[in-house]
């Protein structure tokens, strides 16, 4: 059967786009480096029944989908494959009305993380998730690839704030799951199953999420910076021990440090090994004795200098090199994003093995990590053009990965598996509990349509 006519019976024409640059634009997520194929055709639902049309279209002609939001998944998870249909949620936009007394909302998988801060934020609000993505990612990819971001060391990642989800099962049915009470525990959890599940179960059209007061915090900022990672590591650590939750607590390395200064000039030391990014969000009294508290720790640790911001645009200013991290290494090449998570208390021998990885293969590696909660993120550069350069890149993210697993840490902490991660999660992943993702998969997908091959490793390999 032909999979356009059989789409072109169901779906009006504009929503399916099937020339090659169209094509082309949606084979590949932000994670270019990894395999990719044109799909046939990319389909643009912007109903409920669109999407069911779709999967049904999808189901008569035996057609794998891949879901996508916007596309900007470091892991490779939105990858088209050869002749598959690409069901981008984008055009499905909508948020439902603020329930402000249960502090809910119905949310449409094509929203931008933004703009729903920015809408419950209207309604005093504050949805938390905080990729750095926020601007560009949906709401259902970031359901899908269960994103974490910088704020999550105190607040939690995005399964902590999904409360229900409508989807659509691989056979075309309309399942709404979940809840949207504060409690509940009517039936397997199957909301939080999906969450994460990187468009391999089901796809997300709109979900119920839970939201905080925005009110009652305050923004107060320090950095301060090292001449050794382990004495970073040792601020962590008595940070930790302390008992300080920061709102965030980010960490910089000296090549990313020396990245950003050479672009834009922050006075950041030429001695400098790491920097620290600290953010503490209690109100008045309390958030200046923790702010003291904080930064006699850092001292303590041997901090070689801290500066403290009571202002959003001061912290602001002094996260900027944080933020800028991404872009100036990008002068120097393709950079490809890693995403490994150690116990917090291993992240400076963490930067340390990874120092040794670049040395071996003999490429440029900076590091920001989620600190907090041990999730690093190596920058690896491979300069435009140099093809060995990217081969001995991609070798080096399976030693990160082994490395990482070796002091108990995890192949990715919030981006997913992907494509990227696979041969780190068939590593990592008990063959019992490999078996049981193939078990799942087999029983809400029995012919394997919904974005097949991504997410975890073939049983056996
Ligand atoms: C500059 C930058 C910064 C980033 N920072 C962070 C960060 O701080 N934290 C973090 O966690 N990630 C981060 N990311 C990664 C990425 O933004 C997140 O993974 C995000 O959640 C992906 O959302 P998306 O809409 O782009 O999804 P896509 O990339 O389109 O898709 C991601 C995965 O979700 C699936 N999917 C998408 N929509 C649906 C749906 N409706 N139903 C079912 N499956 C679906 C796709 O098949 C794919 O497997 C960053 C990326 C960039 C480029």
Redesign the pocket.
């Known amino acids: 059967m032909d999979l356009i006519a059989e789409l072109s019976a169901r779906l009006p024409r504009e929503r399916l786009l099937t020339d090659v640059a169209s094509r082309e634009r949606y084979r590949h ?2 994670a270019a480096w990894t395999p990719s194929a044109a799909p046939a055709v990319v389909a643009l639902p912007e109903t409920l029944e669109e999407v069911v049309a779709v999967v049904e279209a999808a189901g008569a002609t035996g057609t794998p989908i ?9 892991a490779g ?2 990858n088209s494959t050869e002749g598959c249909i690409v069901l981008s ?1 984008e055009r499905m936009r909508e948020i439902g009305p603020v329930d402000a007394a249960e502090r809910t909302v119905v949310v449409q ?1 094509g929203v931008l993380n933004e703009d729903l801060r920015r809408h419950v934020a209207e309604h005093g609000l504050w949805y938390p998730p905080d ?3 926020r601007a560009i ?2 709401i ?3 359901i ?2 269960n ?3 910088i704020c999550c060391v105190k607040y939690g990642v995005t399964t902590d704030y999904v409360l229900g989800l409508t989807v659509v099962t691989a056979d075309a049915q309309v399942a709404r799951i979940g809840r949207a009470t504060a409690k509940g525990v009517t039936g397997y959890d199957l909301t939080s199953l999906i969450v994460g599940s ?2 391999t179960l089901a ?2 059209v709109d979900a119920t999420v839970r939201l905080l007061p925005l009110g009652g915090r305050e923004d107060r900022a320090l950095t301060a910076t090292f001449a050794s990672l382990p004495a970073a590591g040792e601020a962590v650590e008595a940070i930790a021990r302390a008992g300080v939750v920061p709102a965030a607590l980010e960490l910089i390395d000296r090549t990313c440090l020396q990245a950003v200064q050479a672009w834009q000039d922050l006075g950041i030391a030429d001695d400098a090994a790491a920097m620290l990014l600290i953010h503490l969000d209690e109100p008045g009294e309390t958030g200046e004795a923790l702010a003291a508290e904080v930064e006699a720790l850092l001292r303590g640790a041997g901090a070689t200098g801290v500066e403290l911001a009571s202002s959003t645009e001061e912290a602001d200013r002094l996260l900027l090199a944080r933020r800028l991290a ?1 872009p100036a290494l990008e002068r120097y090449g393709s950079v490809l994003s890693e995403d490994v998570c150690v116990p917090r208390s291993r992240v400076a021998e963490m930067l340390g093995r990874i120092e040794a990885i670049a040395r071996e293969a003999d490429l440029t590696i900076a590091n920001i990590a989620h600190a907090g909660d041990g999730n690093l993120h190596p920058l690896i550069v491979a300069p435009a053009g140099d093809e060995a350069a990217r081969a001995r890149a991609l070798v080096a993210v399976d030693r990160i990965a082994e490395e990482g697993r070796a002091l108990g840490g995890t192949v990715t902490g ?3 598996v ?1 494509l990227l991660k696979l041969a780190g999660a068939a590593a990592e992943l008990d063959p019992a509990e490999l078996a049981m993702h193939a078990a799942i998969k087999h029983a809400l997908d029995p012919r394997g349509l919904l ?1 097949p091959g ?1 997410a975890f490793p073939p049983v056996g390999t």
Do not use: C, F, M, Y
């Open positions: 997520d932000a891949v879901p996508r939001g916007a596309g900007t998944g470091l998870g939105a949620l998988a990729p750095a993505s990612s949906t259902g990819g970031n899908a690839t994103a974490g971001g990187e468009g796809i997300v991404h919030e981006h997913g992907g974005n991504k």
